[in-house]
Nanobody, 117 residues
Framework: QVQLVESGGGLVQAGGSLRLSCAGSGSIGSIDTMGWYRQAPGKQRELVARIFSGGGTNYADSVKGRFTISRDVAKKSVYLQMNSLKPEDTAVYYC???????????WGQGTQVTVSS
């Protein structure tokens, strides 16, 4: 089956940068969509960024111009470069994959990102 393992979270001051990584295993292919979501305390999980099979991307308005998503298809991995971090970016960040052929979704366990002011 599919497994996703995130890394790279931590504590950073406002204005700083972090790079999240998500290592996938199992049946993940180039046609699948991979993405990052986040959930802050007391809030619903929300989309941060997604990258599609053709390399297209979309971002939440709140992170446009600051975050960049990328993937390595051969490594079944997805990355999130986060710059100019703000305290409101504080959340648990989850990696996800939506498999086009099977029509199912998988999630990682999450990694905490805390931005201090």
């Amino acid at each position: 089956q599919v497994q996703l393992v995130e890394s790279g979270g931590g504590l950073v001051q406002a204005g700083g940068s972090l790079r999240l990584s998500c290592a996938g295993s199992g049946s993940i292919g180039s046609i699948d969509t991979m993405g990052w979501y986040r959930q802050a305390p007391g809030k619903q999980r929300e989309l941060v960024a997604r990258i599609f099979s053709g390399g297209g991307t979309n971002y939440a308005d709140s992170v446009k111009g600051r975050f960049t998503i990328s993937r390595d298809v051969a490594k079944k991995s997805v990355y999130l470069q986060m710059n100019s971090l703000k305290p409101e970016d504080t959340a648990v960040y989850y990696c996800s994959v939506r498999r086009a052929y099977f029509g199912d979704d998988y999630w990682g366990q999450g990694t905490q990102v805390t931005v201090s002011s």
